[in-house]
């Protein structure tokens, strides 16, 4: 991310100005956002008060350069919002504790004045320090320095976003941290999403005297992408072969799936400003798919156990890795044609009669029912093949679901997607192929961290949102099973 010299508020949630775009785009790179507040966000006070506000709203009109539209003036520069007296105190944080990992986001305050500087006690100070001198806390955690957002101003504050996760295990650890650091004694409340939030309440309370104020996990997620995504025009992305040549009309003799074939694929920028209605899928250790028709308008439709964690769960057992980096890296210089049993293993070639190549896979760990074959297969082919029937699943899920629902646009986050670029491609592949070019696969830079930031935009709200989501009626529930 090289978000530097725009000003982002949400106030002003439609200005965008990066050193990506000030370099290399035209200043009108990006359409207009048809932004809506989510119904969530709409409550809370902050929002309220930027509807009031006398500062106008600023639109740097800007347009993807594969996406042009009408060109227009560049935008003034950038009025300063007026501080908001009545701010929660610092440090501000949005959490996400997830089945598999925990996502912190933390606002960190630039441009403070004198006063305000005399005033932050020195417990804040080291907190700050702690958490933006640092890349790696403990064994464990991580900040994802290349995700770093500049420049958003939340009530008032500039400041910088930072990107933090851990493993949810180390949740105990994380507490320790906080009152090590004596954070414990600035927080009172930490607006908090994840089944985590629910699990760990009693935890927070008892070590750490933090209270939780849980959010809906699929509200926040939604309300994070759409902000993040209004605020970072190189937010959202495909990956497609660099002439574009639609894959359902390949026509040489390399199959359009293969490792060779998907590793010329090339990312590029999509503009997703006018994003109604769209299909979420977010793979984190389940995968959930939303229909999202407006910011405040969305189902749950599907979702599948079949997940990251399966991915992950399943790689350990096979090859005896001990991380998703190393997962991953296995699964990049393996073939899962050695695992997997073909068309062409069944049929000697095409099953062309119902538009079945060869090269596809016809039964996921097909061969290895053979002994023979399963002592001569390396680790490598083993994840390969793993993610491939993990990947593959979760495309022909959302594809079903988003022709099942008329929608030719399935964004995929969750943080399955973290370093696993071949994942993506098949993904993409398998969208467009399947559905003969019809659907389109896009992806988000900050993959897993969206409910995190639901949660940060969160607050300054004084309403506690009900436990059980207006979107997880019983009978939504059942339509959801029922799709299945
Ligand atoms: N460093 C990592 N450690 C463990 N898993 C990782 C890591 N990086 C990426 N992953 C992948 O991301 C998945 C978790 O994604 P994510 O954080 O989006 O979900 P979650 O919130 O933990 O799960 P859920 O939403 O289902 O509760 C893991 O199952 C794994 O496949
Ligand atoms: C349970 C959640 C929502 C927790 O994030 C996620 O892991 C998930 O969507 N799992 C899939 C559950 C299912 O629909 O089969």
Redesign the pocket.
């Known amino acids: 991310m090289t978000q530097q010299t725009g000003v982002i508020t949400i106030h002003q949630m439609r200005l965008h100005r990066c050193e990506g775009c000030l370099a290399a785009c035209r200043p009108e790179r990006r359409a207009t956002p048809s932004y809506e507040l989510p119904r969530s966000l709409s409550k809370c006070g902050l929002l309220k008060r930027a509807r009031r506000s006398p500062y106008k709203t600023l639109v740097a009109r800007a347009t993807r350069t594969d996406n042009m539209a009408e060109p227009s003036p560049p935008a003034p520069p950038a009025l300063p919002t007026p501080p908001d007296n009545n701010a929660p105190p610092m440090p501000w944080f949005g959490m ?8 912190l986001v933390y606002f960190e305050p630039k441009e403070n004045n004198r006063r305000e500087l005399d005033k932050e006690t020195e417990v804040l100070k080291n907190i700050r320090r702690y958490l933006t001198r640092n890349s790696a806390y403990g064994k464990t955690g ?1 900040r994802d320095v290349h995700l770093q957002m500049e420049n958003v101003t939340i009530r008032g504050r500039r400041g910088c976003l930072h990107f933090i ?1 851990f ?2 295990s180390e949740v105990g650890a994380f507490l320790q941290l906080a009152r090590s650091k004596g954070m414990a004694d600035l927080v009172n409340t930490i607006y908090a999403t ?3 939030a629910y699990k760990f309440e009693d935890d927070f309370k008892k070590e750490v005297n933090m209270r939780l104020s849980k959010l809906d ?1 699929l509200d926040a997620l939604i309300a994070g992408v759409l902000f993040v995504d209004s605020m970072n025009a190189q937010e959202c992305y495909y990956w497609a072969p660099p002439n574009e040549e639609p894959v359902h009309q390949h026509a040489t003799d390399t199959p359009p799936y293969s490792a060779e074939a998907l590793s010329v694929y090339v990312r590029k920028p999509f503009d997703f400003s006018s994003p109604y209605p769209f299909m979420l899928v ?7 798919m939303l229909v999202v028709n407006g910011p405040s308008d969305y189902y749950r439709v599907s979702g599948t156990s079949l ?7 399943l790689c350990c057992l096979l090859t005896g890795c001990s ?3 190393e ?1 991953i890296a296995l699964a990049a210089s393996g073939d899962n044609t050695t695992v997997d049993k073909l068309v062409r293993d069944i049929y000697g070639g095409d099953y062309a009669r119902f538009g079945l190549p060869g090269d596809l896979v016809a039964s996921s760990f097909g061969q290895m029912c053979s002994a023979e074959r399963r002592g001569a297969v390396s680790r490598e082919d083993l994840a390969r093949a793993t993610l491939v029937t993990i990947t593959n699943n979760i495309g022909s899920i959302a594809r079903l679901c988003a022709s099942n629902e008329n929608i030719q646009r399935v964004v995929f ?8 670029p071949l994942s993506m491609k098949l993904l993409s592949y398998a969208m467009s192929y399947w559905s003969r070019g019809a659907l389109k696969a896009l992806f988000l830079e900050h ?2 961290y969206f ?1 995190a930031v639901g949660c940060l935009l969160h607050l300054d709200s004084n309403h506690r949102r009900e436990n059980v989501s207006r979107h997880s009626s019983p009978s939504n529930i059942e339509a959801s099973r029922a799709d299945r």
């Open positions: 996400d504790i997830g089945g598999t990992l925990t996502k991580r996760r493993p949810t994840g089944g985590g996990e977010n793979i984190g250790s389940g995968v959930s997940g990251g964690g399966t991915f992950l769960g991380s998703f980096e997962a986050c969750g943080n399955f997607l973290r370093v696993n993959e897993g409910g």
